[in-house]
């Protein structure tokens, strides 16, 4: 079972972030259970959202404690709650952001774990560009296939396409596409790394 | 469909419920007596014919109004209608014109020639009736749809009596008169006129009469003494008035003074201003308020231009000029001299002081009781001479048209009890529907219907009838005015009104009951009852 | 077909199979998602004809249901906590009436202190309501649970409730098989009421009954939910061979064949405490799970004979019986009265406490031990409480209990707002 | 308004019925198969205004829908009479389930037809003043603002009959309730703003409210049936005096609920969309005390310890609303 946990701000899409991953999952024909921080938080408040993929049936209802990746929506968040509480040794971190995994002054988190797999993607800009709209989600989602290979790009697609309709979706699979070369490219060319 | 115990009840099955064990008191439905009936002298049952006229069913109106009086047009142009004043609805606004409808439907019945139901029996009896007045016409009518046979003999050259020798024209056309005594006649009375009863025995005999009903009048005027020249020209109103109907009219002059104070004097000033008197005055002893005549006769006469000299009685009277003293009201309202005198000019002196009944016809009659010249009689309207009735103003009343056809009626009555050998049985009165037995909010607001009144140009210089009819929308409004004091009129208010659907409506026609199964004794019926035909009685205990 | 989708919406869609005629809305978190969906569904046109009627409240939404229901209609509402309580005159009102509807109680906390997310306080206060209250372990059974619940109520003539739990059922993604509409069709025959509001045969639904026959009506009802308890495994085993699927009955057991400790638990927890039984069947520990499904009817006799081969059994319930302990633990410790069975009740998960794999383990295990008081209050802040204790002890006037403990954990309370 | 202008026929149209008018101008309640919606046999108080307003106002309802008419009633008086296990005197399909909820349930009932289409049944709703202005008034203000295809009645008699004459908010100033007792310097209820329940009516714009008597029949069968000519949502406030509690004889049920009228202190109106369209006027204008001396909830403003100045402030209030709602001939309107 491979467990992800999205952090963001209300009115980002950080749920329904966790839900197009789940969506994906299930394209792919695996099981997959989305669920939110279950809160009354406001537009601007610090959220939270799970998914967990697996190739059985997913039983377990308890909030995800050790994730396995996490996704950051929000940059701002790293100094002000513990985002990065039971991540995993070997486990996934992507973060919204220009700026690379040192500038962002996470030196320290990296140490002792896999260092390819901690990876920033300036999606806000990326939506900006695509949808017209600052909001993330979607080229994080793409980001986070590229950086981990639990999905396909093309999972996030369909979920797009399920999600959304018409220019919308067009603007998500082009900035998702482009997100997903581009996170394809530092891992590789190893830019930032 | 099976219905859920208990949580789902079938419609209506309260039915099982008898709420009728609640009550201690139940509702009952009665008659009053409605005031306007109790009033009648004539004993109309004026609620009973006014409901028909609110239906517009004038004929059937008319068939119960003359159950009781065969004289409706008459009646509507000359009672004084003691009806109206007892009216509850005067309390209201103002009383119903149930005078007015009278007329209009006796108008409607010679208009439309509707004639009276033929005696369905006939008894063999023979009833003479002595007079063709008011009183002997209804005695006669009465009688004759009993079936007895009946003879009028009348002494004067018309039938009618005081009706068309006392009563002027401008008031009661005598086209009318004729048309509704002919209708008598009709019925198979005979009629003999010119024909003076000298001796009642005699004629009784001569005629083989079982019975007789006397009925007069009073044509013999009162005299006072007023100390006279020989010129004066002193009249009686009687006379005057009789003569109004022969061809020659009395002279009276241009200033004709009149004296007394009942309708009579108002007629004949009446009269005389018609004849071309200039002035026509009268003089009467005590005050407007304690004048017999009716005070919309007065009224009427003043209009016209009649005046009236108040708290003065006659002197004396020589040519052209009478002598007058003043008089004053003590304490108890009689009119006393004060020694002042004054002179007015006077072509001529009409006395109207009262009328006398010629009783000669009794003389030697046994068992007969006279007194204050009038004849004394049982209830049932019989003299001491057993077979021998009298009625209208030969005996002790109030000597008006309406009490001689109530007369009439009774006697009738009576005569036809005593024929068969037994005793009329009047049926017993009802309590009276008060006018604090009503409900009268539910009474829609209407004036009374005014009557149209000829123009005064002409009620000064002719003899047409001065108070016009209704016309059938006015008469049928007028109809409706009627509360039904004291009887149901079907106004479906206790119907309505029963919280406990305890009244059961019968259909048109037929009324209500009360269903005391469900009528827990509320009362509300009663309350709500705006004629005050129910009322509550205590349950047994 | 298979979805991968939100609980709320998956019901909803199961809702719109049933061909509701009056859906009644009223928002309260966290059962907000399903009505919308029905909304929508009733605005296009996809789900018609219906009423989607928006009511000023759960008590008129229950009322606007009942009335649809008498009047014939098959009528559906959704709810949590305090809008059951709010309504709760009206959900008394229904049974009582003996109106089928249809109820999903998404399920959450009672305050105060205020307080969204997911325990049972709210429909087990209703639990003598007369309502039968059917838990949901997944989103697959609440979506089966409310197709069948639609036929059982209405053979029966009595109102259920589908509970499932608040955000952690209703709010997540997961896969679902939504059935086809000839396939719902087919199993739930239309509405034909009992009793019914029609001019053309006049009856007085709701007369006043009076000691003579209160009594019987009461019993009534109970005989119904007796009956349900013969019907809720036969229409689960038809639900089964029409769609396939094992989903319903009255109770479901896990590994209790040769349990020596069994877990007894409703809802979502399920899923967690299952993935931790299996851990510890790895270990070897002999430990099985009861499901209830049917919490009323109470299924005792099942319940009963599922636990009567082990030797002890821990009641674990999102509820508790203030001043006395557990609720549904009542209900178990009667339906094994007699059989000397060791029983403990652990209170877990109000308000939304996350019930962890790693806390279950520690908790079966004592159980398996023994080692328990008769009720346990798992991942409970003893320090918390206990300073607030004291602090009363010492104090008349000791400030607001909720802000205390949570300054004592440490937790700023604006976080919260 | 208040009824079709009926020529003058003796009685006009005050009395239930009048033999005089053709048939189809009658009264509902004058006629032989009227439906008796609640039947004989309830167990109402001796000269219950509450039972004879239902029957009028439901009869009324009844004859304008053709006999398709489901009613609904909250808890309360007429309730507990109506339908006492095992015996029920309604003769329509009639549903009791809450005290606070008969607007909500007919709600339901009208959906209910409408998704079956069965268009031509329509939906009453009643209850008391207490259902209605207080317990209730949330469902009602609910089922107003939707709009929804019922007519709710309240039959007011201004305080709990059914639990033993306790106040309500309809209860008037200084009345003597079982919760409001004749004592202190302020006796009885208190003098409050009050709660004009037609005017909070009007205030949610629905297509039709009218306050009535069942004094004046007429008017309320023309308002009943005016109001199931129209669709939507419909109040008619219905003053039903109650001898019980108000300590009133049972005989006079009908002539409180005119001297209401005629003192002014329940003004007659309705009103279309938030409008008043039309008063009934006063016909005899009579003064509050006329109205309230044969009341024993006011006896303790008369007699011994008079209060005249509360009197005053009572009839005060009934020069308001005639002020108000112009129910005196020469003021207007």
Known sequence: MFQIRVHGRGGQGVVTAAEMLSVASFEEGRHAQAFPSFGSERTGAPVVAFCRISDKEIRLREPIMEPDAIIIQDPTLLHQIDVFAGLKLDGYVLLNSRHSIEELGLGELVKGRQAERFCTLPATELGLKHVGRPIPNVPLLAGFAALSGIIRLESVIKAINEKFSGKVAAGNVAAATEAYNLVKEMMTGGAHA | MSKPFAITLKPGTSLANLTGTWRTERPVYINRLPPCNNACPAGENIQGWLFHAESGDYEQAWRVLVQDNPLPAVMGRVCYHPCEGACNRGQLDESVGINSVERFLGDEAIKQGWKFDAPATSTGKKVLVVGAGPSGLSAAYHLARKGHRVEIQEAGPLAGGMMRFGIPKYRLPREVLDAEVARILDLGVRLTLNTKVANIEQSMKQGGFDAAFLAVGAHIAKRAFIPAGDAAHIVDAVSVLRSMEGEDKPMLGRRVVVYGGGNTAIDVARTAKRLGATEAIIVYRRTREKMPAHDFEVEEALQEGVMIKWLSTIKQAEEGSLTVEKMVLDDKGVPQPTGEFETMEADSLVLALGQDVDLSLLEGVAGLEISNGTVQVSPDMMTGFPGIFAGGDMVPSERTVTVAVGHGKKAARNIDAWLRGATYQPVAKHEIATFDKLNPWYYSDADKTVRPMLDMIRRQTSFDEVQGGLDETNALFEARRCLSCGNCFECDNCYGVCPDNAVIKLGPGKGFQFNYDYCKGCGLCVAECPCGAIKMVPEET | ?417 | MGFQPVKFYQTGTFTVGNRLLAPMDRSVQAGQTRSNSINSGHRACQGCGEALGARYAIDAAMAESNNQLIAVNATGCLEVFSTPYPESSWQVPWIHSLFGNAPAVATGVAAAMKVKGKTDVRVVAQGGDGSTTDIGFGCLSGMFERNDDVLYICYDNEAYMNTGVQRSSATPPAARTATTMPVGPEPGNVFGQGKNLPEIAMAHGIPYVATATVADLRDLEYKVRKAMKMHGARYIHLFVPCPLGWGTASSDTILMARLAKESGMFPVFEAEHGEVTGVLKIRRQVPVEEYMKPQKRFAHLFGTHARPDMVARIQAIADRNIRKYGLLEDEGN
């Open chain 3, 1 to 417: 077909m298979l979805k991968q989708t939100e609980g709320s919406k998956a019901v909803a869609e199961a809702i719109s199979l049933c061909r509701p005629e009056v859906i009644c809305a009223y928002p309260i978190s966290p059962q907000t998602h399903i009505v919308e969906a029905l909304g929508e569904m009733v605005k296009a046109g996809r789900l018609t004809p219906c009423e989607f009627i928006n009511v000023e409240s759960e008590f008129a939404a229950m009322s606007v249901a009942i009335g649809a229901s008498a009047a014939g209609a098959r009528a559906y509402t959704a709810t949590a906590s305090q809008g059951l309580l709010f309504m709760a005159e009206a959900v008394y009102n229904a049974s009582g009436l003996g109106l089928p509807i249809v109820m999903t109680v998404a399920n959450r906390a009672i305050g105060a202190p205020i307080n969204i997310w997911n325990d049972h306080s709210d429909s087990l206060s209703q639990r003598d309501s007369g309502w039968m209250q059917l838990f949901a372990e997944t989103n697959q059974e609440a979506v089966d649970l409310h197709i069948q619940a639609f036929r059982l109520a209405e053979e029966l003539s009595m109102p259920i409730m589908v509970c499932m739990d608040g955000f952690i059922l209703t709010h997540a993604f997961e896969r679902v098989d939504i059935p086809s509409q000839q396939q719902v069709d087919a199993y739930l025959p239309p509405f034909e009421p009992r009793q019914v509001l029609d001019p053309a045969e006049p009856v007085s639904i709701g007369a006043m009954v009076g000691p003579e026959a209160f009594m019987e009506v009461r019993y009534l009802a109970h005989a119904k939910q007796m009956q349900a308890i013969e019907r809720i495994p036969q229409l689960a085993a038809e639900f089964k061979q029409a769609f396939g699927r094992d989903s319903g009955g009255l109770i479901r057991t896990y590994c209790t064949e040769d349990a020596e400790t069994i877990i007894i638990a409703m809802g979502s927890v399920l899923g967690t405490i299952k993935d931790t039984v299996d851990e510890m069947r790895l270990e070897g520990h002999k430990i099985g799970v009861l499901g209830i499904i049917s919490y009323r009817p109470f299924p005792l006799a099942q319940v009963r004979a599922a636990l009567i081969n082990s030797k002890r059994f821990l009641v674990l319930e999102k509820s508790l019986a203030v001043g006395m302990g557990g609720i549904v633990a009542t209900d178990v410790r009667m339906a094994v009265t007699g059989t000397g069975l060791k029983g403990f009740t652990a209170i877990a998960g109000l308000g939304g406490r996350p019930i962890t794999k790693a806390s279950l383990h520690k908790l079966f295990r004592e159980a398996e031990g023994e080692a328990l008081p008769p009720v346990t209050f798992l991942d409970l802040d003893w320090e918390a409480v206990n300073k607030q204790l004291e602090r009363e002890r010492q104090t008349r006037r000791s400030g607001p209990v909720a802000e205390n403990i949570l300054h004592d954990k440490g937790i700023v309370s604006a976080k919260f707002g």
